[in-house]
């Protein structure tokens, strides 16, 4: 089993839908939990991070964390076409260090 | 304010070559990581700094060396280099706060290409 693993996509999603991305991991020792976003062949940028379980909200987007199914999730509320990008999930546990999923294509479509 | 800044943007190496990543950070951040990331997966760890002088090995650290003598460089070596090798490589750093709540910021990459 993979430490965290995520649907390779792609996710194709009509403009202004809402776009939702999911991540479990293995290592319930996990505490901080992140959503990078990468555009082809760009590094990758912090769009979201959650530590409780619960929802946190940041304008279009908001995380989803359930740490009893061991289960993240993104949802994008009005997609974009620029919205149209790899999103990867990361979690860190008790090491300190950074697992990556594999990653989500994401297609907005106009 | 530059953030993290890798060179070169890209290479070619020859089976066999060896050559140094650079990496640098202006924000004064303790950790510092590098990455490899292959066509379609995710990142893998290779090696970390938790500060000057202190190196440790990530998931993938065979056929690399790192050394930190500075806070704000961390230069990747490979030595030696394979096929196995052609990636592109994310050099990041942290803050380093204790519990791991923290953002780690990513240069814009190097990519390699060994033939």
């Known amino acids: 089993q993979k430490e965290v693993e995520q649907n390779s996509g792609p996710l194709s999603v009509p403009e202004g839908a809402i776009a939702s991305l999911n991540c479990t991991y293995s290592d319930r020792g996990s505490q901080s939990f992140f959503w990078y976003r990468q555009y082809s062949g760009k590094s990758p940028e912090l769009i979201m991070f959650?530590?409780?379980?619960g929802d946190k909200e940041d304008g279009r987007f908001t995380a989803q964390l359930n740490k009893a199914s061991q289960y993240v999730s993104l949802l994008i509320r009005d997609s974009q076409p620029s919205d149209s990008a790899t999103y990867l999930c990361?979690?860190?546990?008790?090491?300190?260090?950074?697992?990556f999923g594999t990653g989500t294509l994401l297609a907005v479509q106009p | 304010n530059a953030g993290v800044t890798q060179t070169p943007k890209f290479r070619i190496l020859k089976i066999g070559q060896s050559m140094t990543l650079q990496c640098t950070q202006d924000?004064?951040?303790?950790?510092m990581y590098w990455y490899r990331q292959d066509p379609g997966m995710g990142l893998k760890l290779i090696y970390y700094?938790?500060?000057?002088?202190?190196?440790d090995k990530g998931e993938v650290p065979n056929g690399y060396n790192v050394s930190r003598s500075t806070t704000e460089d961390f230069p990747l070596r490979l030595e030696l280099a394979a096929p196995s090798q052609t990636s592109v490589y994310f050099c990041?750093?942290?803050?380093?706060?204790?519990?791991?709540?923290?953002?780690?910021?990513f240069g814009p990459g190097t990519r390699l290409l060994v033939l």
């Open positions: 700094s938790v500060g000057a002088g202190i190196t």
């Open positions: 959650i530590y409780s379980n």
């Open positions: 990041a750093s942290s803050l380093g706060l204790a519990g791991g709540r923290e953002t780690q910021y």
């Open positions: 990361a979690v860190r546990g008790a090491t300190n260090k950074l697992i």
């Open positions: 924000m004064n951040h303790n950790y």
